[in-house]
């Protein structure tokens, strides 16, 4: 019962801490809804479609940054284990890494990464 | 009281799941997704694999989910939540879902294995994370550096299928 | 204790397969997707656990890491389709047919 006392009072904490965020918010916020508001600023004219805020091009850099991820993610047991894994370890880490980073290079190479 | 903290993370992982399935919002089913991955994870924390449910969070949670939030950001709201959300056949689809189900929970409910001959449940002793490093830079070496390749290749797939697209 | 776990994992992989089934969005079919590999995980996650064998939490990290690289290149293809077509729905994805 005592183990749990403590993952017990952190979850009630950030439950209580959140839900008073939230409501602080929507008592204090003034609210002032109206269609043209909410809608994308044009000089005058109506907006015909809709526009996305962001650009396509960083979707090369979004899907690059998931893919380091789980890279950097093999790498915290390689850096626990660091000593007793010696030279072997580090040649396999390095074999590894030289791997992902030639998806870099591809994409570096493609100019990929570059603006137009 | 593990059983109460397990049905409630079970409770959290299959409402999410659902609406992942079910919403009508693409935006909203993200979130359930996020939702379900986060009971998955303090699921993890139960059975012994506290960093098997951080890299959950790091993985699944963090870059999947904002890779698929960051995606739907690029495209037109009309377009992704389309008026129609289901198959025209999705009744099919139901009922095949519901069938594997009872099928697979069927197999789990039948499974035993004697545990005399091959040892105690998981414990921990020292750093979950050096366990694991310990197996994987020693016995799954080879797989370990395919991971890297399949990394490659993913990379360079989206660079080969985006290119001309993002280019226009 | 260990079946309810199983049970867990089994209606996860069912809810995503399901979703895989019924869903017309292209993006949703995708996360569906990656709740069948969660589920599917989840199972190596527990059977490590019951047989105390280490070696189904390194094979998690193997599914993480499979289940980026579909992610990636799903979205990849999902951003080449919108670009292309205009629409997220997979019914107009059959180019190969006819």
Redesign the interface.
Known sequence: ?LE?LSAGIDIVLVAVIFLLVLGLARYLAPKQHNPFKSQVYECGIFPV??I???N?????I??????F???A??M???A??FK??GTL?VV?MF???F??F???I??YK?G?LEW? | MAEFVFFVLALVTIVGALGTVISRNAYASALWMVAAFLGVSGLFIMLNAPFIAMLQIIVYAGAIAVLIIFVMMLMDRRVLNNKERFNPQYLWGVVLGVGLLADLSALAFKFRINLSHIGENLTLNGSNTKMIGDVLFKRYLFPFEITAIILLIALIGAVVLTRKDINT | MIVYYMIVAVLLFAIGATGVMIRRNFIIVLMSLEIMLNGAGMLLIIMAYYLGNISGQVMFIFVAAVAASETAIGLAIAVMMYKRKGSLDINNFSMLKK
Request: net charge negative; proline share 2%.
């Open positions: 019962m749990w479609a809709e996305s805020q962001f396509i091009r960083f979707f090369v979004a899907i690059m940054f998931t893919l991820d789980i890279e993610l093999f915290y047991p390689w626990l284990d007793e894994l370890g396999e074999i590894f890494l791997l992902v030639l998806g870099w591809y994409a493609k990929a137009q």
